[in-house]
């Protein structure tokens, strides 16, 4: 692979571990303003910092993210349907490489609908992408969508739809988690990006992440599980914790509290004994509940928080979040800083994965419609 390919995934796809958190905003190029998305700067500005990279259409990379602190872009080049139309399938590409050249984009990223009525027109424009990305050392992370049909979300879609992708020459491949995830991951070549889907109560999130990554996958390609939270800020610290420092769901969903709650954090470490990353330097630890109060930061592992040198001057709104002090907020969510959810039993028996060299998943809820809280428009799109 050549340098500017291997060295533009190795800014999404951290090289210690091979994994990522992808921040999703691109949501509007289909649903126009979604809920919690309507003024993206507002989104995106106090969490970007915590991603390592983000999906955004040139729109709103040129309006509303500041150049100044450059973030790795996923740029989306495809598009050409709304959610009001008639077939979310019928996308092309909408946006040139010159143009992600120009905006300095990291990657490109596409929609595919396997199995739709527009299925070989997605499929011939992601040979094309390729095609083109490749001259310019672009990597492509194809997106296998599922437009309004959220029910074709099972492994032996997902299984085909990911594998087309990856044979395509996609370099990366984002999807949904489902049962047998897996088999979604070991049939497909390439790393598999999890997308979040419509709002989840937080610990399901959290859960779906952690499932994910146990399964296999490189990273998540999150948005409304994000920033249509009252905590976007603990959230995607959380999701960070579990993709970068191995926290498992009871960890991770304890540290959401916390900084929910503008608690300090308790120090704790995660755990995976089933990963088939092979590269992390931090191997199998053990699932240590630590108090640690007395640690310096800089001498901790990455705890959901960006390490020094990874972009830590992007604060659009002052500073990050300190121990003690309490989360950022938007304006408008300062008033309900208070989680809305009871805090959870920590002895609960997914909590001990040291103890089962097989762990199986945390309970995670079939991304379905009805679990979610979105708006209106979005209880019908993937
Ligand atoms: C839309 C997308 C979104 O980026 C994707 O669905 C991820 O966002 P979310 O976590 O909100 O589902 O690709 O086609």
Known sequence: MDYGLKSRIASILKPNNGRGVMLAVDHGYFLGPTEKLEVPKR????????????????????????PNFPVPIVLRVSGGSSIIGEDLSNE???????????????????????????EHKSLVSLGHLVNEAEEYGLPV?????????????????????CRIAAEFGAHMVKTYYCDDFQKVVNSCPVPIIVAG??????????ALTYNSIK?????????????????????IRAVRAIVHSNY???????????????????????NFNQNRNQNRPQGNRPNQQRPNQSKPNSQRPNQGKPQQGQR???????????????????????????????PQNQNKPQNKPQQKPQPKPAQTPKPSPQAATPAPAEQKTQ
């Open 43 to 66: 989104t995106i500005a106090p969490i970007v910092r915590y991603c390592d990279s983000l999906m955004v259409t040139r729109g709103v990379v040129r309006s509303s993210v500041d």
């Open 92 to 118: 092309e590409i909408t946006t040139s490489i010159k143009d992600a050249i120009r905006i300095n984009a990291t990657a490109v990223t596409m929609s595919i609908f396997v199995g739709a009525k527009y």
């Open 141 to 161: 992370l194809a997106v296998t969508a599922v437009g309004k049909e959220l029910a074709k979300r099972d492994a032996r879609y997902l299984s085909l739809s």
């Open 197 to 206: 889907g419509p709002k989840l109560p937080e610990r399901d999130a959290l």
């Open 215 to 235: 399964a296999g996958a490189a990273g998540v390609d999150m948005g409304r599980n994000i920033w249509q939270s009252q905590y976007p800020v603990a959230m």
């Open 248 to 270: 498992n769901l009871d960890q991770a969903y304890k540290l959401f509290q916390q900084l929910a709650k503008g608690q300090p954090e308790q120090q704790s470490r995660g």
């Open 312 to 342: 830590p001057q992007n604060r659009p709104q002052g500073k990050p979040q300190q121990k003690g002090q309490r989360p950022q907020q938007r304006p408008q969510q300062k008033q309900q800083n208070r989680p809305n959810q009871k």
